[in-house]
């Protein structure tokens, strides 16, 4: 009945997927506003759904013991295995000398990240997991919750509700007293238990409603308008946070300053989503019927592991596709062939077989699952060899693409060299290494090129801004950026604008930095700096017409 649902669930991984290809990939030209947090936020209301439909009336006449031991083996041993796949493919079974990680390792192998006030090191390592982290917390919550009546649901939520309108204000006093304030919010509102309830009870209050509502006749055409209806309601719901002015004119009618943040990051949209879920659960009309085909259905039963290894798989491509990453398109369907054969092996090898043995060892029936255990590994092996030849095939031009590497390494060595040395070697704390900065002055135009290597866990986009004489951004420009690595193994990367004479009118100089809107800009540790250390200033765009990049 909710095989429409298990559809659903791959299209949300597949947007996590693609929001998060546009920041590997740095794709400028696409606008994804907020889907990755639209995606979560689909996730957290479907959880608080199908739990309650699963488990809403077994859960009172049996033990929880069942419940609890269904949940850590449906999402531990994945979370595991990704998260000993990210050390040995990112930090080649490493940790920083200082041991920096290990804590942060410990809190994420337990899923607790997200379970302190110190969120700073949320998204080390496997960083999607702070997500798990959240749903963790909302398993232990869950059997309070489905033990209440209707009428007490309706009033735990309408409590959670005004908890979260308290938190707002919170915030917003927070905010007025110091400005600065609004980033800590901002994390607060995405990464902290608590603000993300709201989503997960709408899903509960959802299902108990879903579940006394009756069945109406069978009308394919008048479901499938439903069906579209719905989504057109959630997309409709998607552009109007993100393309449109909407939330912020809200937001200054109401005189808040944390609104948006608070909307964006999830709750916005779970009354869309809610809508989403409960008409497809009836899986009806066309839309669902294709949702539920096998194909659809594999893939969504494929979808925990898909989003818990496709950060994993796409750093990999960045750091050691060499040319496939020079084309973005290739990168992108690289790493997502690569991304649905390990999510596949993950499922098949790890999910399925160690979920059953979890499940019966922990359950005093111990013996039954030795055997779930060893047919796991025969469907392991049986996988290894269909999905293996897969990721050969594709792994192929990765490995011809490593070849082509030392011809990017030449030429990101030839910029370095032409590079002016107060440009070079500058670093922006915790992102990336500018390791030189080239301009060339042409006739009708300027070409700059930088070179920089990005820190393991970097967040932020380059950016570039042309500016007036008292240093204020009189425009923005951008950067055609490709992925080259070097001979050292270092992710190393060429950014190339090319600035027409028209946009560089009334600009006296050029500024370069790493900002995104989750972290804000890095501060960097030397150069010609300015904007308050986070912006190095490469050229004066007044200065006379040069030909010789070194000697800038």
């Not at 579209?228 to 009618?253: C, K, R």
């Not at 690289?334 to 077989?353: K, Y």
């Not at 004489?469 to 080259?484: C, E």
Request: hydrophobic letters at 50%.
């Amino acid at each position: 009945m909710l095989d429409a649902l298990t559809g659903l669930r791959f299209v949300a991984a597949f947007a996590v997927f693609l929001f998060h290809s546009r920041e590997k990939f740095h794709i400028d030209s696409w606008k994804l506003g907020s889907l990755g947090s639209c995606a979560v936020a689909f996730f957290f209301v479907l959880s608080g759904f199908i739990l309650t439909y699963v488990y809403g009336e077994s859960l009172k006449r049996e033990s929880l013991r069942g419940f609890f031991v269904a949940r850590f083996a449906r999402i531990w041993p994945v979370h595991i295995a990704t998260l000993v796949l990210f050390v040995v493919v990112m930090r080649r079974g490493t940790f920083p000398a200082d041991g920096s990680e290990v804590l942060s390792a410990l809190k994420q192998a337990f899923l607790l990240q997200t379970w302190s006030t110190d969120l700073t090191s949320v998204l080390q390592l496997n960083g999607v997991s702070w997500s798990i982290s959240v749903e963790f917390l909302f398993y232990a919550l869950f059997p309070f919750l489905c033990f209440l009546s209707r009428k007490a649901l309706l009033k735990a939520y309408a409590l959670i509700a005004l908890g979260s309108v308290l938190a707002l204000a919170v915030a917003e006093f927070w905010v007025r007293q110091d400005p600065a304030a609004l980033e800590g919010a901002r994390t607060v509102f995405h990464f902290a238990p608590p603000t993300r309830l709201f989503e997960f009870t709408t899903g509960i209050v959802a299902a108990r409603w879903f579940a006394v509502a009756g069945a109406t006749r069978r009308n394919v055409a008048l479901d499938t308008l439903l069906e579209v209806a719905v989504l057109a309601l959630a997309f409709g719901a998607f552009w109007a946070i993100n393309y449109t002015p909407t939330i912020y004119t809200i937001e200054q009618a109401l005189g808040t300053r944390v609104l948006s943040t608070y909307l964006v990051h999830g709750p916005a949209y779970a009354l869309p989503f809610t809508a989403v879920i409960v008409v497809f659960a009836r899986s009806r009309g066309l839309v669902a019927r294709a949702l539920s085909l096998p194909g659809c259905v594999y893939l969504g039963e494929i979808s925990y592991a898909f989003y818990m290894v496709h950060s994993i798989v796409l750093l990999a491509v960045v750091r050691y596709g060499g040319a496939i990453t020079s084309d973005w398109q290739l990168g992108l369907l690289a790493s997502l062939a690569m991304t649905l054969a390990a999510s596949a092996l993950l499922h098949e090898g790890i999910e399925l077989p160690f979920r059953d043995f979890f499940s019966k060892l922990l359950t005093k029936r111990g013996k039954e699952a030795l055997p779930a255990l060893a047919r796991g590994q025969v469907a392991f092996l049986r996988n290894v060899t269909v999905f293996g030849s897969i990721a050969v095939l594709v792994l192929t031009p990765v490995g011809i693409g490593r070849v082509s590497r030392l011809r990017g390494a030449v030429l990101a060595e030839s910029h370095v060299a032409r590079s002016t040395p107060r440009l070079r070697d500058v670093t922006f704390a915790g992102e990336a290494r500018v390791l030189g900065v080239v301009t060339e002055r042409h006739d009708n135009s300027l070409e700059l090129t930088v070179v920089y290597e990005r820190l393991p866990e970097a967040r932020r986009d380059l950016f570039l801004h042309i500016s007036d004489a008292s240093g204020n951004p009189v425009r923005q420009g951008s950067f055609k950026v490709s992925s080259v690595g070097d001979e050292k193994g270092r992710d190393v990367y060429i950014a190339t604008a090319t600035l027409a004479k028209s946009q560089l009118e009334g600009a006296t100089t050029l500024g370069i930095g790493f900002w995104s809107q989750a972290n804000g800009a890095a501060r960097a540790d030397r150069g010609p700096l300015s904007m308050a250390g986070h912006r190095l200033d490469v050229f004066g765009v007044g200065q006379r017409k040069r030909r010789a990049p070194a000697e800038e």
